[in-house]
């Protein structure tokens, strides 16, 4: 739609909305009762201006930002005091409270309707100062849109939806501003994720306006939900599949978010629109607001799609809980119900604003208010922080923040929270089957972590099933996982003692160092003899240059005549040296620096990395965080090269670790580890950059060269060579994780027998899994190389079933 259908005049009256039986008064619930009415506002309403300017603007602050706080008396009588009170500091603080007003509205998602109240109250006695807080949310928006602030964008436009509400905007303004706000959805050669947003962000705001934009533009209001319901009907939804966090919909379906937004929007409209949570207190002001005269909304038109744009991914809504799961006389809002979207949101919301003070969050979440009292809110709050713990493709936030907050809120409402917690670990358990891998490791993680804090008591014996499947079977390794966790955050023989006696089957092999040089006995094996003396040598603290002669001299075994290198040369460096500082991580670091020029001697090619990291694993075979340390400080002081760890993750020797979780933390670190080398590197080009066009732009000193030597220039140089390596590096290493992907799934795929049967074999699901598994989570480092990936890697030529499971990941993306 087109500006030019806007109307001409900003003072346009909106029909009186006249409340049916069932809408609520503006008293509001207890939570936003407010405090003080007339008498906490003070000095401020006699105009007691005698103070600095910035205490009065302190106290301004205060009482916009606790408007909505509890109070004796209502919250209608707060609202229209407070604004009284502004009324008359609004000619000497005008753009204080302005900017106050504007900043209080859009941050408050819990608030919305408080605000637009309190300016609708504003805009009665003062029409300038409403059309510029209207020109204030547009501009705010339209800036927000610019920098990619969608999250937020979403926000200020629920709230310039629900200024139509406190007629402060006209509504058919608002509907022709929706209009140009869906045209998106209708754009070609742009990525769906665009549309999505922009339906999403406009279908969002009819909990706030359905109901009084039903009563006075219900046909305009028909032809935006059928605009919404055909880019719904039209769009793709071949990326909702690698975006479940559980697989199965019994015994709850797990629905994208667009589409169960959808659900509930019409189940609010089936209920005339009617909602049972948003506070609504304009509803009681209404002779009052009315008597105002409405704005039109200023032109907004979306920024054009430009190469390289970002917006936010779809999601799956995770649901972990019924009402049957919540205790008797407590009413969980259902599924479909705008009452669960609303609420979800505002914890989500609350959670990236709060959780830096993951205390304060904790209390805040636990202490939300509901339109009920026996909304069961602990259930809603664990089922929003542990979906948002195992989001696809990565959690919104670290995952540590979601283990530490879990832990406070566990400490506020102790006697509700941990038996909340325990039963959705349970109901987790129980469809473990189902859940995607990346899933499964993080919860896994997170349980390990939380049960670090409670002593690792847990009935274990309520998992007995457990110990009658495969090893392999997700069950088995979940438990597997949860106590390999519980191992690293404390030690071996802690977490023997506090598990039942059967269960041991799941702890791995105490730790041990498995040496293949038995020094005791020089005769027993080939090379003992040269470990020996390295050992001697090592322990008389002889100089490195000596040590690399005694392992130069070892000479090359028989079997081992048709290697380019000299295999024992390289085990007897790891067995011996590694074996002798494997005390603590202290110990082994100090070899690592001392011998590197050892290492490096050794392992001049991509074979001799290989051998040596697999040597190094066979040595910490029981000790596996050490290997995953070791692995990367070995990347980080570049004594080995990222490809060749990925070689050697895919290699025959680690085929029996293939499913293994530590294998995957390996190939994880690695690809962070070069990925932060190429931010690095990118950082100094930039800052060198920086620092040659400031040389420029100065002008030179008088009697100077004017044109100096252009050292900082080669410099940069310099700089965009090592960045352009570390790209090259980045690129390289992708192609070839999922080149050996492809491979290892094509020679399971041909053994002999059926491929049915190898596609439905643990092996091939944990196998998938764990490449979809690299692909999601780096999805923001790959994305730059999919059409390479495409052209070299995933092509036409590969079996169907690999091809889909990288499909998935690729409609994601577009």
């Not at 030019?4 to 346009?12: I, L, T």
């Not at 506070?279 to 430009?306: D, F, M, W």
């Not at 670790?657 to 080009?685: M, N, Y």
């Not at 730059?784 to 070299?792: G, V």
């Amino acid at each position: 739609m087109q500006s030019d259908r806007m109307e001409n005049s900003g003072r346009a009256r909106e029909s009186r909305f006249d409340p049916g039986p069932q809408q609520r008064g503006g008293g509001g619930r207890g939570h936003y009762n407010q405090y003080g009415g007339r008498r906490s506002y003070g000095n401020e309403e006699e105009g007691d201006h005698d103070g600095a300017p910035s205490d009065i603007e302190k106290r301004l602050e205060s009482l916009i930002t606790r408007l909505g706080e509890r109070s004796n008396a209502s919250l209608d009588n707060n609202i229209k005091n407070l604004a009284r009170v502004l009324n008359g500091d609004i000619a000497n603080f005008k753009e204080t409270i302005l900017a106050i007003l504007l900043k209080c509205s859009t941050t408050m998602p819990e608030k919305i309707s408080i605000y637009t109240t309190l300016a609708g109250l504003l805009n009665v006695e003062n029409y300038a100062f409403g059309g510029e807080f209207v020109d204030g949310l547009a501009r705010k928006f339209r800036d927000l849109l610019n920098t990619g602030s969608y999250s937020q964008a979403e926000l200020v436009l629920r709230v310039i939806a629900d200024c139509a509400n406190s007629n402060m905007i006209s509504f058919s303004s608002l509907i022709m501003f929706m209009e140009i706000l869906l045209e998106v959805t209708y754009d070609k050669n742009i990525p769906q994720t665009r549309s999505d947003w922009y339906a999403y962000a406009v279908l969002s705001c009819m909990p706030w306006i359905g109901e009084r934009m039903n009563a006075t533009k219900p046909e305009e209001l028909r032809k935006l939900l059928e605009e919404i319901l055909s880019y719904i009907t039209r769009r793709k939804k071949i990326h909702v599949a690698a975006l479940r966090i559980i697989k199965s919909d019994d015994p709850l379906p797990q629905e994208d978010y667009l589409d169960s937004l959808w659900t509930q929007v019409e189940d609010l409209k089936n209920r005339q629109w009617r909602e049972k949570h948003i506070l609504r207190p304009y509803t009681a002001l209404e002779h009052v607001i009315s008597k105002g005269q409405t704005h039109n909304l200023p032109q907004i038109i979306p920024p054009s799609h430009e190469e390289g744009n970002q917006y936010p991914l779809p999601r799956v809504i995770f649901r972990l809980f019924d009402f049957t799961d919540c205790p008797e006389g407590s009413a969980l809002p259902p599924m479909n119900s705008i009452e669960r979207f609303l609420i979800e949101d505002d914890l989500y919301r609350l959670i990236e604003q709060r959780h830096e003070d993951r205390r304060n969050c904790a209390v805040l979440l636990l202490n939300y208010p509901t339109s009920q009292t026996n909304i069961p809110l602990d259930y809603i709050v664990t089922e929003v922080m542990l979906g948002q713990l195992m989001q696809l493709p990565k959690s919104p936030l670290k995952e540590i923040m979601y283990g530490a907050t879990i832990l406070e809120l566990c400490k506020v409402r102790q006697d509700v929270m941990l038996q909340t917690l325990a039963l959705a670990v349970s109901l987790l358990y129980e469809r473990v089957e189902h859940l995607n891998v990346s899933c499964l490791h993080r919860l896994a993680s997170w349980f390990a972590y939380h049960l670090s804090n409670y002593e690792f008591r847990w009935t274990w014996e309520d998992w007995s099933d457990s110990l009658q499947v495969d090893k392999e079977h997700p069950k088995a390794k979940f438990v597997t996982e949860i106590l390999q966790g519980c191992i690293r955050l404390s030690y071996y023989s802690r977490i023997a003692e506090v598990i039942p006696q059967r269960f041991k089957v799941f702890l791995p092999e105490e730790p041990f160092l498995e040496r293949k040089f038995d020094i005791e006995n020089p005769e027993t094996l080939e090379g003992v003899k040269q470990a020996l003396e390295v050992h001697e040598a090592v322990r008389d603290k002889k100089d490195v240059t000596r040590i690399l002669e005694i392992i130069r001299e070892v000479p090359k075994p028989e079997a081992e005549l048709d290697t380019e290198f000299n295999p024992l040369q390289i085990e007897l460096f790891v067995h011996v040296v590694m074996g002798m500082y494997a005390k603590t991580f202290t110990h082994l670091f100090a070899a690592l620096h001392k011998f590197s020029p050892v290492i490096r001697d050794l392992l001049a090619g991509e074979q001799e990395q290989i051998f040596f990291l697999q040597t190094l694993y066979d040595l910490f075979r029981h000790r596996e965080y050490t290997m995953i340390v070791l692995v990367d400080r070995l990347l980080r002081m570049q004594l080995i090269d990222a490809a060749s760890v990925v070689n050697w993750i895919f290699s025959k020797d680690m085929k029996l670790h293939f499913s293994q979780h530590h294998v995957w933390e390996i190939l994880q670190q690695t690809i962070h580890r070069v990925s932060t080398l190429v931010q690095r590197c990118h950082a100094d080009l930039e800052a060198a950059k920086a620092k040659v066009k400031e040389a420029m732009d100065q002008e030179p000193p008088a009697g100077a060269d004017e044109n100096p030597e252009p050292m900082e220039e080669d410099a940069t140089e310099a700089l965009e060579e090592a960045h352009d390596r570390s790209l090259s590096q980045q690129k390289n290493m992708f192609l070839v994780i999922f080149q050996r992907f492809v491979m290892a799934f094509t020679d399971h795929l041909e053994q002999p027998g059926q491929k049915t049967k190898a596609t439905e074999s643990m092996w091939w699901k944990t196998a998938i899994g764990h490449m979809q598994y690299i692909l999601m989570t780096n999805y923001e480092l790959i994305r730059p190389y999919n059409s390479t990936l495409e052209k070299l890697v995933f092509t036409k030529e590969i079996d169907k079933v690999i091809l889909h499971a990288y499909s998935e990941y690729a409609a994601l993306m577009n």
